[in-house]
């Protein structure tokens, strides 16, 4: 009877170890796409959540020895995102930088609400198809500059679904400038990526 009971406790934890197991492989993105989620979701296409991005996309400053790429954005997409968007906030940010004080690296705003990504290059692309804004350096973008040597390190995309129609701020505004602007319900959503760069 004992041994009965302990070979279905057994044969039942080895059921539920093999579903926790089913169950994370489905939650798994698929590499490189729509990672299928049911909400609002950010991606950059040919690439998963993570990965390292190759040299051309590092920041190109001469003033910095850690930033000799070729400062080339690279092409995010998105889907789902609430349905009373009208624009939509780029965002890249390094939280490591500056020795963890952070560094915003890119800031765009005025995207349309009805597009649904933008092409590898876009973040300098003539003429821009969003208002340009200012980044930590006070430029419109500057691709990762990470120390040379380090682990890859982490850059956050956030990108903001908002009610704001797409022509109702200034250009060059700043990261904490477009954020106060968002306040108030503008901000309906947001999703996020992670991309890592090293040298």
Same mark, same amino acid.
């Given at each position: 009877?004992?041994?009965?009971?302990?070979?279905?406790?057994?044969?039942?934890?080895?059921?539920l170890?093999?579903?926790?197991?089913?169950?994370?492989?489905?939650?798994?993105?698929?590499?490189?796409?729509?990672?299928?989620? !049911?909400?609002?979701?950010?991606?950059?296409?040919?690439?998963?959540?993570?990965?390292?991005?190759?040299?051309? $996309?590092?920041?190109?400053?001469?003033?910095?020895?850690?930033?000799?790429?070729?400062?080339?954005?690279?092409?995010?997409a998105?889907?789902?995102?609430?349905?009373?968007?009208?624009?939509?906030?780029?965002?890249?940010?390094?939280?490591?930088?500056?020795?963890?004080?952070?560094?915003?690296?890119?800031?765009? $705003?005025?995207?349309?609400g009805?597009?649904?990504?933008?092409?590898?290059?876009?973040?300098?692309?003539a003429?821009?198809?969003?208002?340009?804004?200012?980044?930590?350096?006070?430029?419109? $973008?500057?691709?990762?500059?990470?120390?040379?040597?380090?682990?890859? !390190?982490?850059?956050? $995309?956030?990108?903001?679904?908002?009610?704001?129609?797409?022509?109702?701020?200034?250009?060059?505004?700043?990261?904490?400038?477009?954020?106060?602007?968002?306040?108030?319900?503008?901000?309906?959503?947001?999703?996020?990526?992670?991309?890592?760069?090293?040298?």
């Amino acid at each position: 009877m004992v041994l009965f009971m302990r070979s279905s406790l057994t044969l039942r934890g080895l059921l539920l170890a093999a579903v926790a197991v089913l169950a994370t492989a489905c939650a798994t993105p698929p590499s490189g796409g729509d990672p299928g989620h !049911q909400g609002f979701s950010l991606w950059s296409p040919g690439r998963a959540d993570n990965a390292v991005l190759d040299s051309k $996309y590092g920041g190109k400053h001469p003033a910095n020895s850690n930033c000799p790429g070729e400062n080339i954005s690279p092409a995010l997409a998105w889907a789902r995102a609430p349905s009373a968007t009208r624009s939509f906030v780029i965002l890249m940010d390094d939280q490591a930088g500056r020795a963890g004080l952070g560094v915003n690296h890119w800031v765009g $705003y005025g995207i349309k609400g009805n597009a649904s990504g933008l092409p590898e290059g876009a973040a300098l692309a003539a003429p821009a198809t969003f208002t340009v804004g200012r980044n930590s350096l006070g430029m419109p $973008y500057l691709g990762p500059c990470p120390p040379r040597g380090n682990a890859p !390190q982490h850059y956050v $995309y956030t990108l903001i679904a908002t009610s704001l129609e797409a022509e109702a701020l200034p250009p060059g505004l700043d990261k904490a400038a477009v954020l106060d602007a968002l306040k108030g319900g503008k901000a309906l959503g947001a999703a996020s990526l992670v991309l890592r760069f090293n040298h």
